[in-house]
């Protein structure tokens, strides 16, 4: 999906036309351009018609099935429409993306403003390539690493938050008093997706931090700022709808993220807050992911209606992240 | 798709091996067919297509027969798509698979009395081929040796004893340390191992045991984790403490396995124990003909070194086939299949119990009684 327009550039300014003889020629390749460029963008609509089209049709059946459909598909129960499946599903997506959000956006904007504005020259351009390198590293990798490293050095981590922190609902322990154990938990789960998550957000961000205008920076240091005062005047206000675009590109993977999330989480389909009790939820494509292979015609059918319904979440969050970046406009700096 | 790909692959590997053997040169075709000659197919090598699916617990099964058929068939192509059980059977009773893979017997009114115009006016039959123990396997340091009784495997997997040092299982390990809570382990997906460890508790332990047999484990409670997958179950009982859980014998590994009261004696989740146990079971043959091989899993058994907590997965096939040739293709391969060289494959493969002499024998006349119309 695009990603919202972080600043305005200028427009270029318009070019001389070159004199004489290639004119003729250039007015052809001029053409051709245009074409392929409109080309191009047809493209990208008719991609993502398509896909919504496959979505609705080849969920058309689960959607009308109503009840009758708990006979067909074995994790639906008896008597349950899709809409019992869907709603814990999309609960499960949520939460986990807002989770995983919750952690990796003060983490990225630390790591941002550090190289845009506190780290010496060299070290800022080696620590922007190693926050890249993050997002090249495959999804299954970082399922393997959370369930095998990342879990283990946990446990005794999500215990303290169960024993000192239970009476936070997000905290609370299952009924024996204490974290799941194995911790195949949503905290887990999120923490991963945040580590996953935060190359884009912080790499936004940083680009955002840069283009901060030289002349607020020097009219904040001139009325006497500090390092942290400068950042607070007149950074953040500036880079405001940036960090919410860049974030919003951080939700959009987090929501769609499924192999690391279908290893690391103990699935399950409640409507549940807490987050260090294994079981509870589970998130839209994890479960597309676990549920495919031995899926009937009416499973598969099943499975991309909640696919659809992912589909809309995602579409909503970019619509709201386009408002908010729309709407902040006026007040940021860069205009 | 799927089927296609599979297709291709099987037609890429029949001509592999074709390649492979005609490189061979001089040795003759016959001489090469050596692995498979223990079976009933001592006939000149078979060719043709044959179309299967259905379980895929029998998967891994399933191709390493294939791989060991066509080792010796070079002109016979095998096609398995795993899909599930019920539509395996569905394919069978509908003509579009010769053979299916499924974990439940055909039904007798419902499925095999409609078989007809699948099986050109004969019928479908059963013929057990694969048996897998499930294991119950836990993680409790210091733990290595646990015997429970099925009322105390029933109460812990409903959540009814939640912690190690509950009466009911110091009761029969007067020796182990055991403390702390329960972590339940179980499948998330749907399996034809929790339907049949349900089943097992359903019968072995009917006053604890509430719950119906179901291919989707049916309890839910906060101390229990659902792990999508055999080896994510394995692992998840790894890397926990205090947890136990039910998988595949072949696929627990150094983990401990629980042994559960038969008679007045406990015993592990051995290949043998599952074959002695399918082999103390009485044949269902309730509205079945003498050709139909389905097992009544004994689960209360009492025999002496029976393992009740076992898959039984059975091929389902027609008795008569439109042509002599698909007739002796199907008679070959599952032949090789219930063979003790298939049956070796298949335990190397997937980790299965080679099922006894005696199954053998049943299976292998009804195999015979597989012909041609007309």
Redesign the interface.
């Known amino acids: 999906m695009a990603s919202p327009t972080l600043t305005s550039t200028p427009h270029p300014a318009a070019e001389p036309t070159p004199p004489g003889a290639s004119r003729a020629k250039d007015r052809g390749m001029d053409r051709g351009f245009r074409y392929l460029s409109i080309a191009s963008g047809v493209l990208i609509l008719l991609v993502l018609a398509a896909v919504a089209a496959f979505l609705v049709v080849r969920a058309l059946p689960a959607l009308k099935a109503g009840d009758a459909i708990s006979q067909d598909v074995?994790?639906i129960g008896a008597g349950q429409s899709l809409w019992t499946v869907i709603g814990p599903l999309v609960f499960g997506t949520v939460l986990a993306a807002i989770a995983a959000l919750a952690m990796a956006v003060p983490v990225a904007i630390g790591i941002a403003l550090f190289i845009s504005h506190y780290a010496p020259r060299r070290l800022a351009n080696g620590l922007g390539y190693l926050v890249d390198l993050l997002a090249a590293i495959p999804s299954v990798v970082y399922g393997l690493w959370g369930?095998?490293v990342l879990?283990?050095v946990l446990q005794p981590v999500w215990d303290f938050l169960v024993r000192w922190l239970g009476w936070i609902p997000l905290f609370a322990g299952?009924?024996?008093g204490?974290a799941?154990?194995?911790p195949?938990v949503l905290l887990t789960a999120a923490l991963v997706l945040a580590v996953m998550i935060l190359p884009i957000i912080t790499a936004v961000s940083r680009e955002v931090f840069l283009q901060t205008p030289r002349l607020h920076e020097e009219a904040a240091l001139a009325l006497g700022a500090t390092r942290w005062e400068l950042v607070r005047m007149a950074v953040l206000p500036f880079a405001r709808s940036g960090i919410v675009s860049a974030a919003m590109l951080g939700l959009g993977r987090a929501l769609g993220e499924t192999m690391a999330v279908?290893?690391v989480l103990?699935?399950?389909m409640?409507y549940s807050f807490?987050l260090l009790?294994?079981?509870?939820q589970q998130t839209i494509a994890a479960n597309i992911a676990?549920?495919f292979?031995?899926a009937?015609a009416m499973g598969v059918s099943a499975l991309i209606a909640t696919g659809l319904a992912l589909f809309v979440i995602t579409l909503v969050v970019n619509m709201a992240a386009r408002a908010i970046v729309a709407r902040r406009k006026d007040f940021s700096g860069a205009n | 798709m799927k089927r296609t790909h599979a297709t291709m692959t099987a037609a890429a590997l029949a001509g592999l091996v074709a390649l492979s053997l005609a490189a061979c040169g001089s040795d003759n075709a016959t001489g090469g067919s050596s692995a498979a000659s223990s079976s009933g197919s001592a006939a000149p090598a078979l060719s043709g297509t044959l179309n299967g699916g259905g379980s895929s617990a029998q998967d891994k099964a399933q191709q390493a027969w294939i791989a060991g058929f066509q080792t010796t068939n070079p002109d016979a192509t095998i096609n398995y798509t795993k899909s599930d059980s019920g539509a395996g059977r569905k394919g069978l009773l509908d003509g579009s698979l010769a053979f299916a893979g499924t974990d439940a017997a055909l039904d007798p009114t419902k499925e095999i009395a409609t078989s007809g115009t699948a099986c050109q006016g004969g019928k479908a039959i059963d013929l057990p081929v694969y048996i897998s123990p499930i294991a119950i396997a836990f993680n409790v340091p210091g733990v290595t040796e646990l015997n429970l009784s099925a009322d105390t495997v029933a109460k812990i997997f409903s959540g009814a004893v939640t912690t190690w040092n509950d009466p009911a299982i110091t009761a029969d390990n007067p020796k182990a340390t055991l403390s702390g809570p329960i972590t339940v382990v179980y499948r998330s997906d749907d399996s034809g191992t929790t339907k049949n460890f349900t089943d097992y508790l359903k019968k072995a332990a009917p006053s604890v045991w509430n719950y119906d047999v179901t291919n989707t484990f049916p309890v839910t409670k906060d101390t229990f984790q659902g792990q999508n997958g055999t080896s994510a179950v394995v692992q998840g009982i790894q890397a926990g403490t205090g947890t136990i859980g039910y998988a595949d014998a072949s696929a627990v590994g150094s983990l401990g396995k629980v042994s559960v009261k038969v008679g007045s004696a406990f015993v592990a989740p051995t290949a043998a124990a599952a074959a002695a146990a399918v082999d103390a079971s009485k044949r269902d043959t309730d509205g079945r003909a003498d050709n139909d091989v389905a097992i009544k899993i004994d689960r209360t058994t009492t025999a002496a070194g029976a393992y009740p907590a076992i898959l039984v997965s059975y091929l389902g096939v027609c008795d008569t086939y439109a042509t002599a040739a698909q007739a002796d293709l199907v008679k070959g391969y599952a032949s090789y299949v219930v063979s003790s060289a298939g049956q070796d494959q298949a335990a190397k493969a997937a980790g299965s119990a080679p099922i006894s002499d005696t199954l053998r024998k049943d299976v292998l006349s009804a195999i015979a009684t597989i012909k041609a119309k007309g």
């Not at chain 1, 009790?277 to 509870?280: E, F, K, M, P, T």
Request: aromatic share 4%; glycine share 6%.
């Open positions: 074995g994790w369930v095998m879990a283990p299952d009924s024996n204490n799941s154990n194995p195949r279908l290893m103990s699935p399950g409640l807490k009790v294994a079981s509870q676990a549920k292979a031995d009937n």
